[in-house]
């Protein structure tokens, strides 16, 4: 066969898509299951067990012997349980078994996954139930049951739920706004597209570094002599190793359904990118989790280890994921679309003050979305966004939106001047041409891409805040427009309010200049630093408001996402203030004191033959300057963890730790790192980033 045919056929070969589930479920099962799917019904028991039974058989032919529910808790990874299909007869012998029941609901234990709060000790019992909506695959001997998770009570313990709500609400207002333009969409949707940064290194190197093993970054490293300043990594040729490493993944991910599109080097030397063609936001994040799942286990494979942490080496790019987001319908449209044709515009430009509006009203969300430890080495550092939301639109669609704004006599003229501002739409797609790379979110063409995401973070957060507040703009805007006697004129209305109360989010320049970050708190926008200074946001009565009032969360939810974060957070850096030490203790300093051994036994034999030892008595004495320097460094962090460990408050705790114990870490890293440019290479304890950066 040809390769496209075995492509053909590779592609979604793992997957209980809707053609298996066409070809293989009765014609009345694939209905009733079809209306669950797009009606967000309850599956009836009967159905559940015929489709159980039908996936099993298929599952079993694709190699599977065990089933699990898939499920995305609070930490930000997935977690699955696995049992066989196996069920004993009587006899002695087995058959292979799967009910309707076991598709639909699992009992994990929830004990041991985050709740901030939520679950009480004695009602440790969770519930993961099937989410129809994503389809079930084949994965390394089972199938997996993409679910959602949620405690005994009955609160969201998962980063799936909010994200499904937060589609139904963008469901449901963008469908008022859309009938009152008579269209017959019946369904709207998120769609996303999110691109994927990575590095990849030498499995070897990576087992060397208990910072890389434990932390998923280095805390340790001086800067290497060349690093990305000659900009030869940018799209550079792929090297054989890393590209047969592509080639796998890709087959990896074709079978799972997962459309991997586009593969190049990134800035950064060893740093790649995988963009997927985008879908439903609910399918995205779950094609996310499973793509950073499978690049991890494929690199291990080619004796590689794929490093998605944001910020793996310091002084070079760190990784982020941009995530592509528009409004699809069921009738093929993309909202996003300007369009060609100046009458459908009056629609887009009404989506795209939504959209506005809610990036202004909700900047702190958006912010909070992309915060984590992590993160924070990047956002406002001269590479990724800064930590500023601002949305860059573009000089042509810029001037659309003034001129509404400034014509005066608008109400008079309203078509005829819509008309005449809107027909500048088509033009101005020939600005997206000089695209801004700098700004945190950038409409490109047909859709927005929000910049500021992390690398390993799950994206179903910035999803679901997206989707939130767009649909409470929407939700306003129809209420009012549901009631207007003249709908052009009052949309003119509403898109000129909203230009006047909402433009000083829109920038168009350079997000990392300091001239930006002036103008930025000139306009009064916020500049929240990092994750302690973003997360006390997320708890305001505002943002309480918001997602009760669209039923995404209650607001126990929103407190204990609250506290999640923020022990997230403080935990994280407390493991790499440990790992720290346990480096600089257990092999920096050991490694400098045989080195300095080695030095002063070579300067007294040389000495006592009576030659003139000066010099090395100066580099010696510095040396062992440099290494007091560590110890004292090293004695101050330890101070530093033991006294955050007296601290109870989770707030005040995390504050002492992006402070005090950040701090205390770069200063033995500071020394550290100064060590290592003048110990020799035979003593230094572990490969340094020349080794790790450009050896692959
Ligand atoms: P760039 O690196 O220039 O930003 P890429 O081609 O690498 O562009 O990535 C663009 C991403 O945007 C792809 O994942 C693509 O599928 C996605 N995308 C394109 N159109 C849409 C859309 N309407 N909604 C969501 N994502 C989209
Ligand atoms: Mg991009």
């Known amino acids: 066969m040809s390769n496209a045919g075995n492509l053909k056929e590779l592609f979604s070969s793992l997957v209980f898509n809707e053609r298996v589930m066409k070809e293989r479920l009765p014609k009345e099962t694939y209905k009733s299951l079809k209306k669950t799917i797009s009606e967000g019904s309850n599956l009836d028991l009967e159905t559940a067990n015929v489709v159980a039974n039908v996936m099993k058989d298929w599952a079993i032919e694709k190699g599977a012997t065990h089933f699990t529910h898939w499920f995305q808790p609070m930490t930000g990874i997935t977690a699955e349980k696995h049992d066989s299909f196996i069920s004993p007869t009587g006899d002695g012998s087995i058959i292979m078994e799967f009910s309707g029941k076991e598709l639909i609901k699992g009992e994990p234990d929830a004990s041991s996954f985050p709740s901030g709060g939520l679950r009480a000790t004695f009602e440790a019992r969770g519930y993961t139930a099937w989410d129809p909506t994503s389809y079930a695959f084949v994965k390394e001997g089972s199938l997996f049951i993409p679910t959602a998770f949620c ?3 009955g609160e969201a313990l998962d980063k799936k739920t909010p994200l499904l709500r937060s589609m139904e609400a963008l469901n449901t207002q963008a469908l008022r706004i859309l009938k009152l333009f008579g269209s017959t969409a019946k369904r709207v949707y998120a769609t996303v ?11 070897a190197d990576f087992k060397k570094r208990e910072d890389l093993l434990l932390t998923g970054r280095t805390l340790f490293g001086a800067k290497p002599p060349k690093g990305q300043e000659l900009e030869d990594h940018y799209f550079g040729t792929i ?15 074709w079978s799972l359904g997962i459309s991997a599109k586009t593969e190049h080097n990134e800035v950064a030397p060893s740093q790649h990118e ?12 779950d094609q996310n989790q499973l793509t950073m799942d499978v690049m991890r286990k494929v690199a291990k494979k080619h004796k590689l280890v794929c490093l998605l942490h944001e910020k793996p080496f310091a002084g070079i790019n760190g990784s982020g994921k941009h995530n592509n987001w528009a409004i699809a319908t069921d009738t093929g449209e ?46 406002g550092a001269n590479e990724a966004p800064p930590a500023i939301i601002s949305v860059y639109l573009g000089s042509e669609l810029t001037n659309v939106l003034e001129s509404i704004e400034a014509s005066k006599d608008y109400t008079s003229k309203a078509q005829e001047k819509m008309k005449s501002n809107v027909s500048f739409i088509p033009e101005f797609i020939k600005d997206n041409t000089d695209r801004n790379r700098t ?11 929000f910049r500021m995401l992390g690398s390993s973070q799950s994206i179903s957060g910035p999803n679901f805040v997206l989707n939130t507040i767009v649909a409470e703009e929407l939700r306003q805007f129809a209420d009012v427009l549901e009631k207007a006697k003249d709908f052009e004129k009052t949309i003119a209305e509403i898109i000129r309010k909203v230009v006047k109360e909402n433009k000083q989010i829109i920038f168009n320049g350079n997000n990392y200049s300091d001239e930006w970050t002036a103008e930025a708190k000139r306009r009064g926008l916020l500049n929240l630093k990092n994750t302690v200074e973003a997360l006390p946001y997320f708890v305001s009565q505002k943002n309480i408001d918001l997602f009760t009032a669209h039923g995404i969360l209650t607001e126990k939810e929103v407190h204990s996402r609250h506290e999640i974060l923020l022990e997230g957070y403080w935990k994280v850096i407390n493991i790499e203030a440990l790992t720290t030490l346990d480096i ?9 004191y045989k080195y300095l051994d080695v030095v002063a036994e070579s300067t007294l034999r040389r000495q006592k ?42 707030s005040e705790k995390s504050n002492f730790y992006s402070k005090t114990v950040i701090d205390a870490m770069s200063a033995v890293r500071t020394a550290a790192d100064d060590l290592e440019t003048v110990v020799s290479v035979e003593y230094w304890p572990f490969p340094t980033y020349s080794d790790i950066l450009f050896r692959i």
């Open 151 to 153: 405690s005994y009570g």
């Open 274 to 285: 995988l963009a997927p063609i985008f879908s439903a936001a609910n399918l995205a994040v």
């Open 439 to 449: 700004s945190p979110f950038a409409f490109t063409g047909n859709k927005f891409e």
């Open 193 to 203: 597209g999110s691109e994927q940064e990575y590095f990849l290194v030498e499995e």
């Open 609 to 650: 033959l009576g030659l003139n030892v000066e010099t090395d008595i100066d580099a010696l004495a510095k040396l062992s300057a440099q290494k007091d320097a560590l110890q004292s460094a090293v004695a101050k962090l330890d101070k530093a963890i033991a006294k955050a460990k007296g601290i109870d408050d989770t």
């Open 584 to 592: 600089a203790k257990k092999q920096i300093i050991p490694a400098v």
């Open 239 to 253: 090297k054989p190793n890393v590209m047969e490493y592509m080639k796998d993944l890709d087959k990896e991910l």
């Open 334 to 379: 993309n909202l996003l679309e300007p369009g060609k044709t100046p009458e459908s515009n009056p629609r887009f430009l009404l989506f795209l003050a939504a959209i506005i509006k809610a990036v202004n009203e909700y900047q702190d969300l958006l912010r909070v979305s992309a915060a984590s430890a992590a993160n924070d080495h990047r956002l």
